[in-house]
């Protein structure tokens, strides 16, 4: 199978599953009440130090701070001429950060009624933090993937990209503002969008990503 229908049956799979999930959040089944209650009770505990590590790291997930390291990262991949990389890295993030403001405005959920550790303010499915650094992090994987030839970078900078979407989405539920329906529902939204805007670039050959110019 091409990797171009591999990539469309995977984009409409990641649609249908998130369509599923935003629906079963809106109607607040018993499915969302279950995940949210087993996983909050095992995530949601608290000491000083635990909070001292958790505020800063899910502020690395807040708007100005993705916004500034994709600012960063497609300054770098425009002065290195990786003109189409650099384009799909705004794509991703600006496509995902629309979107889950949009499906936050209609689906308008509530945030966590227990104690928050770090301001939050509007509503809470699906979670922003957690799709705009999967729209961020995986992009950079991604393009990393293309661009760099040593497969040692490629796998450091593959885990600490992972690593963080991982680990800011877990912040917004271990700091209270966040169900982990709101994380995974930021997940598979940044999903989903990531996948379509990478079948969009294979339409015309996906290595386009490590290309120098526009002239490739």
């Keep these: 199978m091409k990797i171009s229908k591999k990539l469309f049956i995977l984009t409409i799979s990641l649609l249908i599953i998130f ?13 969302i009440k279950s995940f949210d209650t087993t996983l909050i009770n095992q995530i949601y505990h608290h000491n000083n130090f635990s909070l001292s590590i958790f505020r800063p ?13 994709t600012a960063i990262i ?5 002065v290195k001429k990786y003109y189409y990389a650099a384009i799909y890295l705004v794509l991703n993030k600006v496509i995902v950060a ?33 799709a705009s650094s999967f729209a961020l992090y995986i992009s950079i994987l991604i393009i990393s993937l293309y661009i760099f030839k040593n497969l040692k970078s ?21 700091l209270g503002v966040h169900y982990p ?26 290595s386009i990503l490590q290309f120098k110019g526009v002239k490739n």
């Design 19 to 31: 369509g599923f999930w935003t629906i079963n959040v809106a109607l607040q089944t018993n499915l």
């Design 74 to 78: 497609f300054l770098l991949l425009i």
């Design 98 to 130: 629309g979107l889950n403001s949009l499906v936050k405005i209609i689906i308008e959920r509530p945030r966590p009624s227990h104690t928050h550790y770090v301001y939050a303010g509007g509503f809470s499915f699906p979670s922003g933090h957690s």
């Design 57 to 69: 790291l899910t502020n690395i997930g807040d708007t100005f701070e993705t916004i500034l390291v």
């Design 154 to 174: 490629k796998i450091i900078i593959s885990t600490l990209c992972v690593l963080m979407v991982i680990l800011i989405g877990y912040s917004r539920i271990f």
């Design 181 to 206: 329906s709101d994380v995974l529902g930021g997940y598979l939204l940044a999903a989903t969008i990531l996948t379509f805007n990478t079948l969009l670039f294979r339409t015309k050959n996906l």
